[in-house]
């Protein structure tokens, strides 16, 4: 996939929901819970992350690529997201962890036995697991039920 398609993100200290359901769309979204400014700044320009923050000040510098977060509801500051850079992300849901932000890759079923619950083995079929933390994801009801709350947020599109 060409890189100006998957834009990498770095939400600042008041943005940490909306971080989290990036992740949920498959993006990689930092969320820095404490710092100056000018680090995330700088992070966000060595990593060729945009910047998404609730402050303006930080903004009209321009120092970095950044968005500014109007809202304070999640679902109005997602479509802020979408609709600034066109995010096209059907393919990608539940593609990372969404606590390490890192890439969630295929497990074998047999390898998880022993760590979902046993309704969860029998009935799904496919597992991913976090290289990070090693937490277990697979497409049951919790998995369904945020992709459904994002097809209401952002409309379509899934
Ligand atoms: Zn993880």
């Known amino acids: 996939m060409d890189q100006r398609d998957k834009p990498r993100f770095a939400a600042d200290s008041m943005l940490g929901t909306l ?3 990036l992740r949920v769309m498959g993006y990689d979204a930092l969320y820095f819970q404490r710092g100056e400014d000018v680090e995330l700044e700088r992070i966000a320009l060595r990593e060729g992350r945009t910047l998404l923050t609730r402050d303006g000040e930080i903004v009209k510098r321009g120092t970095c690529p950044s968005i500014l977060i109007r809202s304070d ?3 109005q500051q997602l479509r802020e997201v979408i609709a600034e850079l066109r ?3 059907e393919s990608k849901v539940f593609t990372r962890c969404l606590v390490c932000n890192l890439p969630l890759v295929q ?3 047999e390898k998880v036995k022993n760590r979902v619950p046993p309704y969860v083995y029998h009935t799904q079929k ?3 697991i976090c290289p990070g933390c090693r937490r277990i994801y697979w497409p049951g009801t919790h998995w369904q039920r945020m992709t459904e709350r994002l097809r209401e947020i952002v409309g379509g599109g899934l």
């Open 126 to 128: 496919r597992f991913m």
């Open 107 to 109: 497990t074998e079923k």
């Open 73 to 75: 509801q999640l679902p």
């Open 87 to 89: 995010l096209k992300w």
């Open 19 to 21: 971080a989290k359901w």
